[in-house]
């Protein structure tokens, strides 16, 4: 199976401390997404890449969050500084960029917990 | 700000009846779709209905989309006990991401 990957699928940090969470898309997809779920939410929109490149940030994505993709491959999320409020789901999606009308490739996320 | 909203937040069903849920949105669509989500785990892709598409079928799942109310509807029928989830509506208005709402909890009781 080569659908989305996700790691850690949990990690538990210490306010103050900076984490790092790594995506691999499907390989053949070009777009790659970063979603943030709270319990009982959905999922909230942080960052989309086309390639490397990042074409569109959320305003949720405070100067603590930045994200990359080298070379249009995988993906990392950091957070600086954690604060409990960034405890959520983080999520990343995938997409072949076609012609519209494209649906999402979903990973299993990664669960931070902020203590 | 998310553009869905599902109705009803939660839903508790006999298996084997049918599950109804609602997705009203806000501004003008390219396409609606819909995804499901089991506990702690990613979404999955169920269905997408485009703007000039009134209804879709899909094995057990049927959508509706009314552009005119900015509302659409995902009736599972024959409910399994796999079908519990939480079920999200996301609204595709041409600037390359998806907005889901809050989604719909369907528990299916054996």
């Known amino acids: 199976d080569t659908g989305v990957s996700q790691n850690p699928r949990h990690k538990i940090t210490k306010r103050g401390q900076n984490v790092t969470f790594r995506c691999d898309p499907i390989s053949e997809h070009n777009r790659l997404y970063w979603y943030r779920q709270t319990l009982g939410q959905g999922p909230e929109f942080l960052t989309y890449f086309q390639n490397e490149a990042q074409l569109e940030k959320s305003r949720l994505l405070s100067d603590r969050f930045s994200a990359e993709r080298p070379k249009g491959s995988f993906s990392t999320l950091e957070i600086q500084r954690t604060e409990q409020g960034d405890s959520a789901m983080y999520l990343c999606?995938?997409?072949?960029?076609?012609?519209?009308?494209?649906?999402?490739?979903f990973g299993s996320g990664t669960q931070l917990s902020v203590l | 700000s998310q553009q869905g909203e599902e109705d009803p937040q939660a839903l508790s069903i006999q298996e084997g009846e049918n599950a109804t849920m609602n997705c009203s949105y806000k501004?003008?669509?390219?396409?609606l779709q819909w995804y499901r989500q089991n506990s702690g785990r990613g979404l999955v892709h169920l269905i997408l209905i485009r703007s000039n598409e009134r209804e879709k079928h899909s094995g057990r799942l049927r959508v509706t989309l009314d552009t005119s109310k900015k509302s659409s509807s995902l009736l599972i029928t024959a409910s399994r006990a796999a079908d519990t989830a939480s079920y999200f509506c996301a609204t595709d208005v041409g600037d390359y991401k998806l907005s889901f709402g809050a989604g719909t909890t369907v528990t299916v009781r054996a």
């Open positions: 501004t003008s669509i390219n396409n």
């Open positions: 999606a995938s997409s072949l960029d076609g012609r519209g009308d494209e649906k999402l490739f």
